[in-house]
């Protein structure tokens, strides 16, 4: 997903969100696709700040992709649809043997050249640094002193033994207005027929106390208070239960059972007349309803209702509103660019969220959604099993905020989509 925001203090910025797992399983296709939607959005927008945070980097199997990571990173870096971005930091998690500390996250920012006076701050100097080059971290970065990252505890989660979840944060200073970036990735739903059996569900319950910790640490008291972006997969679902009763209402339910254990592994939603047509199978990992056009219809949005996961975070969280469809779970045949899988039901994963104080700044009148826009990326191309989701905007000029940088100047606090 991407998102575009009004800029900050007059630059122009595009804010993406992108969980890139498929690229790595068939780079050929896949990645290809990808690289070009990307540099078209880019194209569009022209952004003078541009933030790319990724999730599942390098795929399921990081050690037998490392080539391939490699190679996604310097095409980045060094194409011709990013020429003009002279200046670049780039923050990969390679630290695959770390289970304590793996994340999978990686995180891209991007610099055009007419931008002047970029700072970045420095977490454990408390100080703001000025932002020259091109330069790329990766492997260990608990002890890269330009960020935060923090991989949520097992008992977060506990039944899943091997988690990457988990969220890494930065801070700039971009024409004297000062703003925090976060890259999240939220646990998901294990099984579709434990997320159907309570409303809300439990997986819900568990992104909820992650997400509190996050934006805890953002505030907390060790630094300046600024306005901040979260964006990532945050793995939000449709409140499963409410969904299939309204998919299915006036269904029988055939429950099928391990014959062993006596465990439910299967639920068949038949119509009660119609020759007793079936609707849906659910299973752990399978969410097959028989007309996917529900999820496409008008983008989605009459599902949206379902969508409330965000609303316990009302008064913290801010989102521009959604027109687009679900951007998960696509199919990954790459010629199947508007399929869903039948997997899981398709919901909003990949959002761009942002605080009261950000959206103050990019949103003063209802005249300012005009020039910021909150999109999917590629809708038509399959770009993996996530849509890339962005939010950008045009140039505009914020109240400052404080913000200390080199040699003594005040700058401002921001942030935008």
Partial sequence: MAGRAAGAGGAGILLVTANVGSLFDDPENLQKNWLREFYQVVHTHKPHFM???????????????MSHVDKFVKELLSSDAMKEYNRARVYLDENYKSQEHFTALGSFYFLHESLKNIYQFDFKAKKYKKVTGKEIYSDTLESTPMLEKEKFPQEYFPECKWSR????????????????????????????????????????????KALAYVLDRIIDQRFEKVSYFV??????????RSVVETLCTKATIQTIRAAD?????????????????????????LFDYFNQEVFRDNNGTALLEFDKELSVFKDKLYELDISFPPSYPYSEDSSQG???????????????LMSPSAKELILRSENDEKIVTYDNIGPSVCMGDHKEEDASGMRRSFGRLPCSLPGGGRGGGRAVY
């Fill in 231 to 240: 964006f990532g997969d945050f793995n939000f679902r449709l409140d499963s």
């Fill in 338 to 352: 508007k399929q869903y899988m039948n997997t899981r039901c398709p919901a909003w994963c990949d959002r761009i």
């Fill in 51 to 65: 933030a790319l945070h990724c999730q599942e980097f390098g795929g399921k199997n990081y050690e037998a992709s």
């Fill in 165 to 208: 979840k988990g969220f890494l944060r930065t801070r700039w200073c971009v024409s004297d207005c000062a703003f925090d970036l976060v890259n999240i990735h939220l646990f998901h739903d294990a099984s579709n027929l434990i997320a159907w059996e309570t409303s809300p569900s439990v997986y819900s319950g568990i992104r909820h």
């Fill in 261 to 285: 254990t006596n465990e439910v592994v299967k639920l068949i939603f038949r119509e009660s007349d119609n020759d007793r047509k079936v609707m849906l199978q659910l299973e752990k990992k």
